[in-house]
């Protein structure tokens, strides 16, 4: 299964994606932009999830694991039922707790989970040693109508890391009983953190 780079698709996954009329020369090029590869959602999900059972585990392997998340961060992926796996994904991918893999698995469920998947996503919240790879988690659960997350957000406005994104996910929320905690950000020494508390603080009821 070797091959000149670590970037390169294997040859039965382009067979597969091709097999559904979605021919590419590499599961980068989905991401890249410019195909219509809807069909192709459930052939990428289901090689993500047998991923370590095709391909040998390095460079190579993590280099496809992270364009299938990419691919599958779409719409289409979440009516394949792409969001359990990618929370299974957040926990196995390589020890990163930046902008890399696992930020890139969290923005893909950004895109995916609902409140099926609220338990899931809460924890993953709540979990700071995964400091700003949580960042569009945080972010996405300001759609959620659970009662619990209000409550989940506001303890993370003192999380550094994920600080912006609660605001903002607390601003789509419009809960009032946020008020207090938003305002103690309007003087917070971060620009983006007092420009998106001020917005957050117009979209709550009087």
Avoid at 9 to 26: E, K, N
Avoid at 148 to 163: E, F, K, M
Wanted: aromatic letters at 4%; hydrophobic letters at 45%.
């Amino acid at each position: 299964m070797a091959t000149d780079t670590p970037t390169d698709t294997p040859a039965d996954l382009l067979a597969a994606l091709a097999g559904v009329g979605v021919p590419v020369a590499s599961v980068w090029d989905l991401v890249n932009g410019g195909h219509d590869y809807r069909a192709g959602v459930p052939v990428l999900l289901d090689w993500l999830t047998a991923l370590e059972d095709r391909v040998e585990p390095g460079e190579r392997c993590e280099a496809l694991r992270e364009g299938l998340v990419r691919a599958l961060s779409v719409p289409a992926a979440k009516r394949a039922g792409a969001a359990p796996e990618l929370l299974r994904q957040f926990r196995l991918v390589a020890d990163d707790t930046g902008f890399g893999l696992r930020w890139a698995v969290g923005n893909a469920l950004s895109v995916v989970a609902d409140d099926k998947h609220y338990d899931g996503l809460a924890t993953i919240a709540a979990e700071r040693q995964w400091g700003p790879a949580r960042q569009m988690v945080v972010q996405a659960l300001g759609k959620s109508k659970d009662p619990r997350v209000v409550g989940l957000l506001r303890g993370l406005l003192d999380d550094d890391t994920v600080t912006a994104h609660a605001v903002i996910a607390l601003g789509r929320q419009k809960d009032p009983a946020a008020r207090a905690d938003l305002e103690r950000l309007l003087d917070d020494p971060r620009p983006l953190v007092r420009r998106e508390a001020k917005k957050a603080l117009g979209k709550l009821a009087p």
